[in-house]
């Protein structure tokens, strides 16, 4: 299966990050912003937390010599002033501007979870995007509930991985019962910008769930960062997929087979995945992927299809 649903309706030339910006090489949540806003169109309000992407991160977003609006939020309230800030422009008169979260996992998955969650529950008209680069990348590669399973992070002891498994954010939102959610990555842009151009075209409480390679936390070569988001999707690590109403689960991409072992063992961060305990990674991979071909409705004889 292919991406499917709407194509994408234009493939735009613009560019709103001003080099020169503060992102490191490589830089999965760079990709997801550029190729974000070229979806979404210079009409938006960001309101971000600190983090890889912050304001003082990219220092200028702009579009033709205009600054793209951004707001500064404490770690936790990004949905809560995206929110505030969409009530505002509505009571103006202003239904067309979007109101964008963009917060990584950190600000996501973990100390502003509360207000995701309240805003999800309240179907506030926003869209809150979370880059996952699976660690509070931009103070130093701390662990987060994104990080996976039995990966080094310095604020693990030495020898000792998480033993914890990454959070089900999307699982957790499509509970939500919220009009659209997505997961995407940087390796498939085309797939990227359609799903943000679907988003725009939908009211209520969107969430969108960016997958961004970080070099330096996981430990790789940065030229990789597009090789290693293209496999996490097709070592089914990280499926391609769409949930509307909470119900309505949508894979959009066929993973090619590949074993997740290609995925991990270009990354320092997976150094005590031993051979024993990747086939309990692969065993949990297959499993996770299964429940979602349950979840989007394929028979076994789809399933097969879809291996």
């Not at 579009?63 to 103006?92: C, M, Q, R």
């Not at 067309?96 to 529950?121: K, L, N, P, R």
């Not at 509307?244 to 072992?261: L, T, Y």
Request: hydrophobic share 40%.
């Amino acid at each position: 299966m292919t991406t499917i649903d709407v194509p994408l309706k234009y493939t735009s030339t613009d560019e709103y990050i001003k080099p020169p910006h503060g992102f490191c090489p490589g830089c999965g949540a760079a990709l997801a912003i550029r190729y974000f806003l070229k979806a979404i169109g210079d009409k938006v309000i960001l309101v971000m937390p600190p983090g890889c992407t912050a304001p003082s991160v990219i220092r200028a977003l702009e579009h033709n010599g205009e600054p793209i609006d951004t707001v500064g939020s404490p770690f936790g309230n990004v949905a809560f002033i995206a929110a505030g800030i969409k009530s505002g422009l509505i009571a103006k008169g202003d239904t067309e501007t979007q109101v964008i979260g963009w917060a990584g996992d950190g600000a996501t998955f973990d100390i502003g979870f509360s207000a995701v969650s309240a805003a999800a529950e309240r179907n506030d008209d926003i869209i809150y995007v979370c880059y996952d680069n699976e660690a509070y990348q931009n103070t130093g590669n701390q662990r987060s509930s994104a990080s996976p399973w039995r990966t080094i992070n310095t604020t693990n002891p030495p020898g000792a991985p998480k033993m914890e498994f990454k959070k089900d954010i999307m699982t957790i939102m499509a509970a939500h019962v919220i009009p659209y959610a997505a997961t995407a990555t940087v390796g498939f842009p085309d797939d990227l910008m359609r799903k943000a151009q679907k988003a725009k075209s939908i009211k209520g409480f969107r969430f969108l769930h960016i997958l961004t390679p970080c070099p330096s936390g996981w430990g790789f070569p940065s030229h990789l960062t597009l090789e290693l988001s293209r496999l996490a999707v097709d070592t089914k690590v990280f499926p391609l997929f769409e949930v509307e109403d909470g119900v309505n689960f949508v894979i959009n991409r066929q993973p090619k087979g590949i074993p997740p072992s290609k995925y991990t063992r270009p990354q320092q961060r997976f150094q005590y995945l031993t051979d024993e305990f990747l086939l309990e990674f692969e065993r949990m991979t297959e499993q996770r992927w299964k429940r979602l071909l349950f979840l989007a409705g394929y028979k076994k004889k789809d399933a097969k299809r879809l291996r």
